[in-house]
């Protein structure tokens, strides 16, 4: 079993205490297709945020911990998944201007960042476009000291909530990022699609949008490195993200397991509900045993430890979508009720295997790297 350091108990402590405050009103947190004030305010107070920037610039490490960050969302999706996601993308929408943005825009905008003062936000996928990255069709020209930026962005999480997009584009025959601030001249944004999960999503238009030449993120038709160094920081902390959620599932059917009667005696006493729950036990540990193993080597090398990041991934969200269903059969019709806990967990489950990878796409990923001669 993997056993982890007093500093991160203690960081784990700490998580945990924002989760229990934010249970209370969950349901509707989890229900906002905005961000969720009070649950801004907590997420603010509790200083958790400075573990996904930069220690010179108002985060808590000089690198990002990997361990850390999934030990944190493990914690708060155990909870609310709107809680998880407002933590989780201060960093996946952050990073690609820590690992490549200019010190000045580093300085302007990461201090805010940490102090959740602005949120952040990955744009990425398109209309047309999504697990094919180098399909994208948003264009960025240099233009004297400025660079412009014409396309759409769909899918956008913190879409119309976020502060800046870091960008991804295309620049003549090469792939770029840039920096846009949200209140750019050209850039409008419009609510994206209502989801099974409730999630804050924008669609974004830009049309002849110009920043400063200094907003370009790493090297010119370079951005797939930034990319590669996001997922191989943050993907792994999405399969934390499927534990907590598991652990909650788990934790419910238990309750009404132990506290039900049916024929005479409690439900944990029928053969086939005792043994859905121990299996469920079983994929937890297996999976968290997994993630943390998986956090621990990114620390040292992310991009050489990402193949054992996407199979935990793949592993954890799928064990979590298992889970979520064995305890909702566990609770029979109460777990069919709309806007009961289990309900909204089972919703909460489904994106999981498709964000940050979809279990296909990185599957295949693994496959073709194993035909590699991985190991």
């Known amino acids: 079993m993997f056993d982890l350091s007093p500093e991160h108990r203690e960081i784990q402590a700490k998580a945990r205490e924002l989760a229990a405050a934010v249970a209370p009103f969950a349901d509707e947190a989890d229900e906002y297709v ?13 200083g958790l ?36 996601s407002l933590f989780g993308m201060q960093g996946v929408g952050s990073y690609s201007l820590s690992a490549g943005g200019s010190e000045e825009l580093k300085q302007e905008w990461l201090p805010k960042v940490a102090a959740l003062e602005a ?12 697990s094919d990255l180098r399909a994208v069709s948003t264009t960025m020209e240099a233009d004297g000291d400025e660079l412009v930026v014409n396309g759409r962005k769909s899918f956008i999480t913190n879409g119309g909530a976020a502060s800046f997009y870091c960008t991804l584009v295309r620049e003549g025959d090469g792939w770029s990022m840039v920096l846009i601030p949200a209140d750019t001249p050209g850039l409008s944004v419009e609510r994206g699609s209502d989801l099974i999960a409730p999630h804050i999503l924008g669609e974004l238009t830009f049309t002849d949008v110009r920043v400063p030449a200094n907003h370009r993120l790493g ?26 959620l598991a652990q909650a599932a788990l934790d419910e059917a238990k309750e009404h397991a132990l506290t039900r009667e049916q024929f005479g005696k409690p439900l944990i006493e029928l053969g086939a509900v005792s043994q859905k729950l121990a299996q469920s036990w079983t994929d937890v540990e297996a999976a968290r045993a997994f993630v943390y193993l998986a956090a621990a080597r990114a620390k040292s090398d992310p991009l050489a430890n990402l193949d054992l990041s996407s199979m935990a991934k ?6 979590a979508a298992q889970v979520v269903d064995r305890s909702m059969q566990t609770m029979g019709r109460f777990g069919l009720v709309r806007g009961s806990k289990i309900e909204r967990l089972y919703r909460n489950a489904r ?12 599957l295949d990923s693994l496959a073709r790297r194993l035909a590699k001669g991985a190991r």
């Open 219 to 244: 090297v010119p038709g370079k951005a797939f490195s930034l990319m590669l160094q996001t997922l191989a920081v943050f993907r792994v902390t999405v399969a934390a993200s499927g534990v907590g």
């Open 49 to 84: 945020a400075r573990y996904v920037v930069p220690a010179q610039y108002g985060g808590a490490h000089e690198v990002l911990d990997p361990l850390t960050i999934a030990v944190i969302r493990e914690a708060l999706m155990y909870s609310s998944a709107h809680l998880d």
């Open 119 to 130: 949120i952040a936000a990955l744009a990425l996928t398109e209309p047309d476009v999504g």
């Open 314 to 319: 793949v592993h954890a969200t799928e064990a």
């Open 351 to 362: 994106p999981l295997r498709v964000y940050e990878g979809a279990t296909e796409v990185l």
């Open 34 to 46: 905005d961000v969720h004030p009070k649950t801004r305010e907590l997420l603010a107070e509790s």
